[in-house]
C-alpha cells in the first residue's frame, strides 16, 4: 500500500497536523473513514483531520491556492462532507432531507456542476470571474462550490447581504478566508441555505422547489420559480440532481471517482423528473436548538485573528507596557503557562513559538 502524507490546519491554523493516509494515484474504491461507522447517525468522522480552515491564516493568496490545488478528489469530498456533518441538523432541516447520504451527493452534485470535484487537476484551487479586480464583481467566486464573494460579511456593502443564515458563522471577506477551501465550503453551504430561507418565506416554494430554487439563487441571485425558464432549469438544478443522484446510486460518494456535466454517464439520471429520488420531503425553517461548537482557543493568539505571529508579541508587549488591555478571551489566550496571569513569562514562552515558526 502506497501512503502520502496529509496536513491539515488544526485550530484556525495554529497547528499543522500531518499524517500517513492510504494513497492510490488511481480511482479508488477504498473509503477513508471507518467502514463500520454509522454515516447516518455520526457522518464520516473527518478522516483527513481537517480543521475549521485548510490553510494557516495568515499565509499569502498563492501559498493557500496552492494547498488547496494539490486536494485529490477524495479529500474534496471529504472537505464537504466535514462541513455538511458539523451542521447536519441545520441543513437536513432546511432542505427537509432526512438521509445524509443524499445530501452529501447533493453538494456532489453542486461541486460537479461548478468545477468538477477538483477531477480537472486543480484539487479545490477553481477561480471564476476574477478579471476584474479581488472582490469587485459579484460573480467573483472561488473553491469548490464555487462560493461567491456575496456569501460574506462585509464585501461590496453594493451586493445583497446574506445575513439570514443566524446558525452559522459568517467568515469576513478578506483574502485569507476567500481562498481557503474548507471556509469556501462553509459559506457555499451557508448560502444555499440563504436561498432556501427567500425561497420558503419570500416565494413560497414548497417540496422539492425549494432546493430547486435555492440552486438557482446560488448561481443567480434569484430563487424565484416562474415556470417560463424550464432551459435553465434542466441546464443547472435538474443537472445537479441528476448528478448527485449518479454518485449516490453508482456507489461513488467516498471514493476519487467523478463525472462532469452532461457526461453521458448520468444520462439516466436526467429521464422524467430527475427529482423523484429525492423524495417528497418537504424543507423546513423550523428553530435548530443545536448551537454551533465554540472555536477551539489558540494559545498565544493575542490579536485574535486566528493565528500566532509577530503581531501578538507586539499586542502582548503593548499589555505588559500598560499601553492597553485584553479582553477576557485575550489574556486568556496570552496565559501561555497557564499559571492564571499573564506576565513576562508568557511574552518569552510566546517568542519561542513566533521564532520556531518563522514568523
Not at 486536494?71 to 472537505?79: C, D, L, P, R
Not at 413560497?204 to 432546493?211: H, T
Not at 417560463?228 to 461513488?252: S, V
Amino acid at each position: 500500500m502506497k501512503l502520502k502524507k496529509i496536513c491539515s490546519i488544526i485550530a484556525a491554523g495554529a497547528v499543522l497536523v500531518c499524517q500517513l493516509v492510504p494513497f492510490s494515484s488511481a480511482a479508488s474504491d477504498t473509503i477513508a473513514h471507518d467502514a463500520s461507522r454509522n454515516v447516518q447517525e455520526e457522518g464520516v468522522g473527518n478522516p483527513f483531520n481537517y480543521g475549521e480552515r485548510n490553510t494557516p491564516a495568515d499565509a499569502s493568496a498563492a501559498e493557500i491556492r496552492a494547498i488547496n490545488h494539490k486536494m485529490s478528489v477524495q479529500e474534496v469530498k471529504y472537505a464537504l462532507y466535514k462541513e455538511i456533518d458539523e451542521h447536519w441538523d441545520l441543513i437536513s432541516v432546511r432542505l427537509g432531507q432526512p438521509e445524509r447520504e443524499k445530501v452529501y451527493a447533493l453538494f456532489l452534485g453542486i461541486g460537479t456542476r461548478e468545477s468538477t470535484l477538483g477531477g480537472n487537476g486543480d484539487g479545490a484551487d477553481i477561480e471564476t470571474a476574477f478579471s476584474e479586480g479581488f472582490g469587485v464583481s459579484s460573480a467573483h467566486a472561488y473553491g469548490t462550490l464555487q462560493t461567491a464573494v456575496t456569501a460574506f460579511a462585509d464585501c461590496n456593502p453594493l451586493f445583497m447581504k446574506e445575513d439570514n443564515v443566524p446558525e452559522m458563522f459568517q467568515y469576513t471577506f478578506n483574502e485569507s478566508n476567500f481562498y481557503d477551501a474548507i471556509i469556501s465550503n462553509h459559506m457555499g453551504i451557508r448560502k444555499i441555505l440563504h436561498f432556501i430561507e427567500i425561497g420558503i418565506n419570500q416565494e413560497g416554494l414548497k417540496g422539492y422547489q425549494v432546493v430547486r430554487g435555492a440552486l438557482k439563487g446560488f448561481n443567480t441571485g434569484w430563487c424565484d420559480y416562474t415556470g417560463d425558464n424550464d432551459g435553465y432549469y434542466k441546464n443547472y438544478p435538474d443537472e445537479i440532481i441528476a448528478l448527485a443522484h449518479w454518485y449516490y446510486d453508482e456507489g461513488h460518494l467516498y471514493d476519487n471517482v467523478f463525472t462532469w456535466t452532461n457526461a453521458e454517464a448520468a444520462n439516466k439520471y436526467r429521464e422524467g423528473n430527475a427529482w423523484d429520488w429525492w423524495g417528497g420531503v418537504e424543507p423546513s425553517m423550523a428553530e435548530i436548538t443545536q448551537t454551533e461548537p465554540k472555536p477551539e482557543k489558540i494559545k498565544g493568539d493575542i490579536n485574535l485573528d486566528k493565528s500566532v505571529s509577530i503581531a501578538d508579541v507586539v499586542a502582548l508587549q503593548s499589555y505588559l507596557l500598560c499601553r492597553s488591555e485584553l479582553t477576557s478571551e485575550q489574556a486568556e489566550n496570552a496565559d501561555l503557562d497557564s499559571d492564571g496571569s499573564v506576565d513576562g513569562f508568557d511574552m518569552s514562552l510566546l517568542r519561542r513559538i513566533v521564532l520556531k515558526q518563522g514568523k
